[in-house]
């Protein structure tokens, strides 16, 4: 995989691009992607965003979202763009996998595969690409790129709103680890340009439907079952309580967070069993690191503080494995616990 500072010089002429990110996309995921088509299309080139699937209500205030292409819904229309595209930028993920229904379609493709991504344990058959887990979110990184391509002045409102958004809720609005000075000085610029941060975080926060709500209430008084000698948490939800309060995609984003306000709890975890599968969410607080959790027992990864897994088991067989593996973890965690305190 080239660096992706090799590229730079043949994005001076007009190409046709097609942008993707990962199946069930969040704030960092759409921002990035979006944040780099308004980049894109203001430097010539005639780009597109495609999205595997159907996009979640709280993030479709972004500028331009009503263009994405759904592959699942539009998909001889995704299928032509990529047909005829010299670029594929894959921001979000580093494994075609993480597309989901889509992967077997960007497998087929000819050009050039491009990726930004700041997940840990990258794939390799990128054609370009950067990788870098220490940044707080995919749309920091497209920040950055903008910038190496000495582009800042090209940075407009719409674009703010895209990379602020993706950033605010990777860095659980500025309050995990990952938000290091440079998250900062980005925003500072952001600001510098005319972004009004207070219209995004309303957006995105304060924009869920009743049932969300009365769901959370759910899941916080019946729901959330502590192992408290692991200092862990774990919410699992069935299908027929997701029906029940009608729980869409995008609904329980960020729900698994809300253990970690605990005192005693450093691990949280939040199960819920969709149509095919069970996804599965991991947070932690401190050194307990739940990437390397998530491979080892579900399949899953992404970074040291906060990651996610699957099982194909049932929800019942899955938690009886997910307890297992919690137990098997006690003397660290009580270590963490104690790093941590």
Known sequence: MKPI?????????????????????DADALGST????????MKGHDCIVISPNAMPDFILWMPKSETVINFETQTNEASKWLDSSDYLFCLDFNHLSRTKYFAPVLEKFKGQKVMIDHHLSPDESFDYGISIPSKS??????????????DNALINLDIAKCLYAGTMTDTGSFKFPCTTASVHAMVSDLMSKGLKTAPIHEAVY???????LRFLGFVLSQKMKLITDCHTSIIAISRSELNEYNINTGDTEGVVNFPLSLKNVIFSIFISERENEIRMSFRSKGNFNVNEFARTYFSGGGHANAAGGKSDDSLEKTLEKLTNAILEHKNILQQCYKQSN
């Not at 500072?5 to 996309?25: F, M, S």
């Not at 979110?137 to 000495?150: A, L, P």
Request: hydrophobic share 30%.
């Open 34 to 41: 979006l944040g780099l088509w308004h980049y894109l299309k």
């Open 206 to 212: 304060d924009n869920y439907n009743e049932n969300r």
């Open 5 to 25: 500072q090799d590229l730079i010089p043949e994005l001076n002429v007009p190409k046709k691009i097609v942008i993707t990110h990962h199946y069930n996309p």
């Open 137 to 150: 979110s995919t749309c920091e990184m497209v920040y950055d790129f903008i910038n190496s391509c000495g």
